[in-house]
């Protein structure tokens, strides 16, 4: 039974369908950037967005143009649902003013930025093995204020 037996088992696997599990999804924050001006534009985009399935809350505000999307939900499916509403919609481009290394490079600064935010820019973006000049400078023999012990 040693060899018949193993070569049962192993037909048997392939002839076993297995079920699929479906994955399960992330719950995810997606913010997006919408261009609105009154209450009825307001509630149109809210409206739409809480219809998607696996939404758990939207928070609206007007006054940055912002609409943050929690739940259930893929990105990609979010924006293409507010764009539905005839509204010009894009992902949120802002991080907050203190993250960014250099704030005023000619791609972050943006003056149509809310208060406390500019746009995530590569430039803005410090370079994670750059050695700066003050380091470098620090015990140079052009430098006055260099270190004396040398």
């Known amino acids: 039974m040693g060899a018949l037996g193993f070569l ?10 297995h079920s699929k599990r479906k994955k399960r999804k992330v719950t995810q924050k997606v913010e997006i950037k919408v261009k609105m ?4 534009c307001e ?3 809210r409206n739409a967005v809480s219809s998607i399935k696996g939404v758990r809350s939207v928070q609206v505000n007007r006054k ?7 739940g259930y939900v ?5 924006l293409k649902k507010v764009k539905s509403t005839g509204k ?5 481009p802002y991080v907050p003013y203190n993250l960014v290394a250099y704030p005023y490079v000619a791609e972050a600064y943006d003056k149509k930025a809310p208060a406390g935010y500019v746009k995530s820019a590569v430039q ?7 050695v700066d000049d003050k380091f470098v ?3 140079s023999d052009e430098n006055p204020n260099a270190c004396s012990l040398m």
Request: proline content about 7%; some cysteine.
């Open 137 to 139: 400078t620090l015990f």
């Open 37 to 40: 001006d009154c209450d009825g």
């Open 88 to 92: 010009k919609a894009e992902f949120w």
């Open 64 to 70: 940055q143009s912002r609409v943050t999307v929690t």
């Open 74 to 78: 893929e990105p990609n499916k979010v």
């Open 124 to 130: 803005a973006m410090p370079i994670p093995n750059a």
């Open 43 to 45: 509630r149109r985009v």
């Open 8 to 17: 049962a088992d192993y037909m048997s696997d392939f002839i076993t369908i």
